[in-house]
Nanobody, 123 residues
Framework: QVQLVESGGGSVQAGGSLRLSCAPS????????MGWFRQAPGKEREIVAA????????HHSDSVKGRFTISRDNAKNTVFLQMNSLKLEDTAIYYC????????????????WGQGTQVTVSS
């Protein structure tokens, strides 16, 4: 079965850091392009960052650019989202997703999704 398990979420104070991890399993071999998305209550899901299978193509949304960094360790079969300088508006459920081609910020291009991990930033 296909499974994308997010971990590393929690509660932090503004200005703090968290590192999210995504451990996919059971994916078809071609589904190596990964993305991070987030969704706050009552709002649409939005792109955070994306990375190609090789790691050579990267995308970070304007709202997180310079603060968040997506990366991957293929030896560990894990994708990371390093989140620094966290702001109150970063509070959301963060989702890991996979696609068969690199589609960057196009939400509809991702075929598989995890269940999400909660990130809460307080003052």
């Amino acid at each position: 079965q296909v499974q994308l398990v997010e971990s590393g979420g929690g509660s932090v104070q503004a200005g703090g850091s968290l590192r999210l991890s995504c451990a996919p399993s059971g994916l078809p071999l071609s589904y190596r392009n990964m993305g991070w998305f987030r969704q706050a209550p009552g709002k649409e899901r939005e792109i955070v960052a994306a990375i190609s299978w090789s790691g050579n193509s990267l995308h970070h949304s304007d709202s997180v650019k310079g603060r968040f960094t997506i990366s991957r360790d293929n030896a560990k079969n894990t994708v990371f989202l390093q989140m620094n300088s966290l702001k109150l508006e970063d509070t959301a459920i963060y989702y890991c997703a996979a696609s068969s081609r690199y589609v960057a910020n196009i939400l509809a291009g991702y075929e598989y999704w995890g269940q999400g991990t909660q990130v809460t930033v307080s003052s």
